[in-house]
């Protein structure tokens, strides 16, 4: 059975910073591009950034880049947004998918991170 499941989503200041983890298992995560995305409250989801499989490649949305940092750990099949200077308008449900963009076969079942003062 194919699992994703993250974790360090929560309520923070604007200005903030959060990490986010997705710990995959069921498939072979190291040989799959990885991407997050996100989905704020009454919108369409949105892709926020991948990473190629070997990660030495990261993509990013230009609302994010600069702040948002995506890194991967294959030996742990684990995936990782480290996001700094949070604005309200990240606020939202992030999920961690396969794929570059967000667009593979797997997704979790998100995390949520508020931004709020």
């Known amino acids: 059975e194919v699992q994703l499941v993250e974790s360090g989503g929560g309520l923070v200041q604007p200005g903030g910073s959060l990490n986010l983890s997705c710990v995959a298992s069921?498939?072979?995560?190291?040989?799959?591009?990885m991407s997050w995305v996100r989905q704020a409250p009454g919108k369409g989801g949105e892709w926020v950034s991948g990473?190629?499989?070997?990660?030495?490649?990261?993509y990013y949305a230009d609302f994010v880049k600069g702040r948002f940092t995506i890194s991967r750990d294959n030996a742990k099949n684990t995936l990782n947004l480290r996001m700094n200077s949070l604005k309200t308008e990240d606020t939202g449900v992030y999920y961690c998918?396969?794929?570059?963009?967000?667009?593979?076969?797997?997704r979790g079942q998100g995390t949520q991170v508020t931004v709020s003062s």
């Open positions: 998918a396969s794929g570059r963009y967000g667009l593979g076969l797997y």
């Open positions: 069921g498939f072979t995560f190291s040989s799959n591009d």
């Open positions: 990473i190629n499989s070997g990660g030495r490649s990261a």
